[in-house]
Structures are given as structure tokens and as C-alpha cells.
């Protein structure tokens, strides 16, 4: 059974930090591609930031120099470390694997709320 588990969402003030975990099971983490992606409601989901199988990251514009992804194959991990927070990344942030030798395979998390507000 595939399952992705996002945790580490909360409250925090501007300028805080928090740090995303996604845990994955069911299936060889170091066969996909991980990201991080975001959806305010009534909106579309936009990417984050992705790191690929051998760690190659990509981040959206509007969180780069602030948000570090990375992964942990051995633990079937990724991580969205996020600094200097903003109101604007209030949002729930979701997780995502891809499988690099099939793109047609893809699995999301259940999501994880994260409130930037004083």
C-alpha cells in the first residue's frame, strides 16, 4: 500500500521557520522523483520545489533562497526545510512522488496545513 505522510505544519509567525517531512511506503523511494507543492483554496496546485532521484533540487521562483528541500533514501524521507516565512505561504502544502522510469506514476500526500500569521 503506497502511502505518503506529510507532517511538521503548524503555526508560525513571519519570519519563522518550520521543517516539512514526508515519509513514504510502498514503494522504492529512490526510483522517484520528490517534491513539494502548494494549493490555496480555489486555486491550482504549484510546485514548490522538486529534487530528483540523485538529488538534484528546483525551486519556484517565489521560495527560492528561502526553502531547502532534500531527501533521505535510506529513511524514504523528503524534507522542506522553510525560512523566513510570509504570510503568503499560508497555504496546504502537499507532497509528491514521480516515478523516474515512468512518469505516468504518480502518488500525492494528504496534505499539511501551514499558517504564516502574527
Known amino acids: 500500500q503506497v502511502q505518503l505522510v506529510e507532517s511538521g505544519g503548524g503555526l508560525v509567525q513571519p519570519g519563522g521557520s518550520l521543517r516539512l517531512s514526508c515519509a513514504a511506503s510502498?514503494?522504492?523511494?529512490?526510483?522517484?522523483?520528490m517534491g513539494w507543492y502548494r494549493q490555496a483554496p480555489g486555486k491550482q496546485r504549484d510546485l514548490v520545489a522538486t529534487?530528483?532521484?540523485?538529488?538534484?533540487?528546483n525551486y519556484a521562483a517565489s521560495v527560492k533562497g528561502r526553502f531547502t528541500i532534500s531527501r533521505d533514501n535510506a529513511k524514504k524521507t523528503v524534507y522542506l526545510q522553510m525560512n523566513s516565512l510570509k504570510p503568503e505561504d499560508t497555504t496546504v502544502y502537499y507532497c509528491n512522488a514521480v516515478n523516474s522510469l515512468d512518469p505516468s506514476t504518480s502518488y500525492w500526500g494528504q496534505g499539511t496545513q501551514v499558517t504564516v500569521s502574527s
Open positions: 529534487i530528483l532521484t540523485f538529488g538534484t533540487p
Open positions: 510502498g514503494f522504492t523511494f529512490s526510483f522517484y522523483a
